[in-house]
């Protein structure tokens, strides 16, 4: 079992920058391939970025590459997600994932690919 807990959301404005958190817990977390995703009101949850068990490699969707840098501390358990430039169509519910898939990056852009989920800490960008 992973207990996964997101924070760092908050208002901010178009043009700002926020760095999400995602803590989890248990002793194999560098075992769990890491993801984000987010959700927009009225939207489908949508893949933001994915990091390998090591963070040697990253994989983005392709609107966001550029201006948001997944990254994870094994040492701390923690992923964390950098978001520069921000817009109001950032605005969105933000929710971090763990996988026990050892699949290359590009596979795992589905919900279904992750086992454990956070419980989303929300990111508002006023125009």
């Known amino acids: 079992q992973v207990q996964l807990v997101e924070s760092g959301g908050g208002l901010v404005q178009t043009g700002g920058s926020l760095r999400l958190s995602c803590a989890a817990s248990?002793?194999?977390?560098?075992?769990?391939?890491m993801g984000w995703f987010r959700q927009a009101p009225g939207k489908e949850r949508e893949f933001v970025a994915a990091?390998?068990?090591?963070?040697?490699?990253?994989y983005y969707a392709d609107p966001l590459k550029g201006r948001f840098t997944i990254s994870r501390d094994n040492a701390k358990n923690t992923i964390y997600l950098r978001m520069n430039s921000l817009k109001p169509e950032d605005t969105a519910v933000y929710y971090c994932?763990?996988?026990?898939?050892?699949?290359?990056?590009?596979?795992?852009?589905?919900?279904?690919?992750?086992?454990?989920w956070g419980q989303g800490t929300q990111v508002t960008v006023s125009s």
């Open positions: 248990g002793r194999t977390f560098s075992s769990y391939v």
């Open positions: 994932a763990a996988s026990a898939a050892n699949r290359a990056l590009v596979t795992m852009v589905g919900e279904r690919t992750y086992d454990y």
């Open positions: 990091i390998s068990r090591v963070g040697l490699s990253t």
